[in-house]
């Protein structure tokens, strides 16, 4: 017990004879077994990022790299590990989720209806999404995406310009193409409708804003990217130029900066005024005149790690309009 008490519970054991302990666990080049330890605590000092893109996607977007910044802060601070856990959509999903050695899960935003967030809430670990969907059992951490879309929104469209919107996913299978707000679901909040919860409150936002701005939300352009990348973002503003007529400013409403960014490379090829906003306040997006959304992704990635470590309620994050720099 001695050996034991000198490595795990050294306040149980006398100074000199904890140091004895040691320097000779040291001499024989022995370490505890973390698998034996954490069978015997309940712990094991990781806590599970579950995300449901490909694992590339959190090193290669670059707010998603944000997020997993904020959690290895937390991680850090609390001498904890990070066990990232990749889902498919497919039946081994909640198995793949539950055998993880892990304390508790940070879950990137996912479906209303995905079963690992129903196994996660079972499992009696603590757990918090990024964005939602709201779940019983799961802290929610995210800015009021409709209110905040609605303002960017507000904000960046003058009267007489014509607005069009570049969208992240509408249903399961990641379908792309450009459609007419009449083409979207009446209620853009239902998950069975609008399965991505993010998506469908910008959504709501944007034609919040649009329709008190006097437009017909029916009629307006709706360009559906399947990734949140650049190449994307610019596909979908070279479709959705296509289908302006007339010579006046248009506004792209994009749901990232990197598709805002995107666009810019289709509007550069245009004579056209467009006007272009995003999301997540980026330094590059300011800088190259997108009005974005600030909703730090590193903050919410750090309020995720210390809710799914407490088990305690999370809740909004706060949110600012971004204005491109040298605007007067």
């Not at 893109?53 to 609390?78: K, M, N, R």
């Not at 081994?92 to 055998?99: E, I, M, P, Q």
């Not at 008190?212 to 130029?241: I, K």
Request: proline share 7%; charged share 20%; aromatic share 4%.
């Amino acid at each position: 017990m001695t050996v034991s008490y000198s490595f795990n519970r050294p306040g149980r054991v006398a100074e000199a004879t904890r140091n004895r302990v040691l320097e000779a666990a040291a001499e024989l080049g022995y370490r505890p077994d973390s698998t034996a330890r954490a069978l015997r605590s309940g712990r094991s000092r990781q806590l599970g990022v579950v995300v449901g893109e490909h694992l590339s996607y959190l090193f290669d977007d670059p707010q998603a790299a944000q997020f997993l910044a904020g959690i290895a802060d937390v991680c850090v601070s609390e001498d904890l590990g990070m066990v990232l856990i990749p889902t498919r959509g497919d039946a081994r999903d909640v198995d793949r989720v539950l055998s993880a050695a892990v304390d508790g899960y940070v879950l990137w935003t996912t479906v209303a209806d995905d079963p690992v967030l129903d196994a996660i809430a079972s499992s009696g670990r603590p757990a918090a999404i990024q964005g939602g969907p709201g779940h019983p059992g799961l802290a929610v951490v995210g800015p009021d995406d409709r209110e905040a879309a609605a303002a960017v929104a507000t904000a960046a469209v003058p009267a007489g310009a014509t607005p069009v919107v570049i969208s992240f996913p509408v249903d399961r299978r990641r379908t792309s193409g450009v459609l007419r707000g009449r083409d979207l679901p009446p209620d853009l909040l239902d998950p069975r409708a609008v399965p991505f919860p993010v998506t469908g409150a910008r959504l709501a936002g944007y034609r919040d804003a649009l329709t008190a701005a006097g437009h017909d939300w029916d009629d307006v352009p709706v360009a559906v990217v399947e990734r949140n990348q650049r190449d994307r973002g610019e596909s979908a503003a070279t479709e959705l130029l296509e289908t302006v007529t007339g010579s006046g400013p248009v506004v792209a409403l994009a749901m990232s900066d990197e598709l805002a960014l995107g666009a810019r490379r289709a509007v550069t090829r245009t004579r056209r005024a467009v006007t272009l906003t995003g999301w997540d306040g980026s330094r590059e997006a300011a800088t190259a005149g997108v009005w974005s959304v600030a909703a730090s992704l590193r903050e919410q990635g750090g309020a995720c790690a210390r809710a799914a470590l407490s088990g305690e309620p999370a809740g909004q994050v706060p949110w600012s309009v971004v204005a491109p720099e040298g605007l007067p």
